[in-house]
């Protein structure tokens, strides 16, 4: 079955610690999120990318880098200059960027710091 | 500025009852509209959309909602509640460019 796959499902990240948290689709889709996930706020766009080798800043990049080398795979890493990461991550994927094509989300990773 | 709300952060009904979940958005042009559930620990799924072919959307789990321009609305409602219904509800919409905006979502509590 065609999805998206997150892994970890739980991260922990020590104290000036940089972590990636991958995620991989299998819908041949060429639109793909990350978000950020706090109790009470919705999701918060990081980084999105609607081609292979180009992505854009989101709402809350600072803190977060990420890449886009094949057209599968999005992985965001959370670099030690965000201070607060504790939170859980959503990877998402679309056929196009915007208009009437859903999301399609994976599972998440909860990341906490020790 | 444009923005969604969901009126409610958490509802309770009855087992049996109405479930009717409250999102609004601001925008002077029609957009794309969504309705995602989320369970515990779990990404989001899909339950119903809006395209502008028709004002009432049916979706999974006997949800459907209805858009009304002139309330810039699209409430989520189900006429019988379910246990299975209880979770997390969000409401996205695409204001006509490559990103959604979510609401802050609404927890349904189901109550036997």
């Known amino acids: 079955d065609g999805g998206i796959t997150q892994s970890p499902k739980y991260l922990f990240r020590k104290e000036g610690q940089n972590v990636t948290l991958s995620c991989e689709q299998n819908l041949n889709h060429d639109a793909m999120y990350w978000y950020r996930q706090d109790p009470g706020q919705g999701l918060r766009l990081i980084y999105y990318s609607q081609i292979v080798n180009d992505f854009q800043k989101g709402d809350i990049a600072e803190g977060y880098s990420v890449s886009r080398e094949k057209k599968e795979s999005f992985p965001l890493t959370v670099t030690s200059a965000q201070k607060n990461p504790t939170a859980f991550y959503l990877c998402a994927s679309s056929s196009e960027s915007g208009g009437i094509q859903p999301q399609h989300f994976g599972d998440g990773t909860r990341l906490s710091i020790l | ?112």
């Open chain 2, 1 to 112: 500025a444009q923005s969604v709300t969901q009126l409610g952060s958490h509802v309770s009904v009855s087992e049996g009852a109405l479930v009717l979940l409250r999102c609004n958005y601001s925008s002077s042009v029609p957009p794309y509209l969504f309705w995602y559930v989320q369970y515990p620990n779990q990404g989001l799924q899909l339950l119903l959309k809006y395209t502008s072919a028709a004002t009432l959307v049916k979706g999974i789990n006997g949800f459907e909602a209805e858009f009304k321009k002139s309330e810039t609305s699209f409430h989520l409602t189900k006429p019988s509640a379910h246990m299975s219904d209880a979770a997390e509800y969000f409401c996205a919409v695409n204001f006509g460019n490559e990103k959604l905006t979510f609401g802050t979502g609404t927890r349904l509590t189901i109550i036997p």
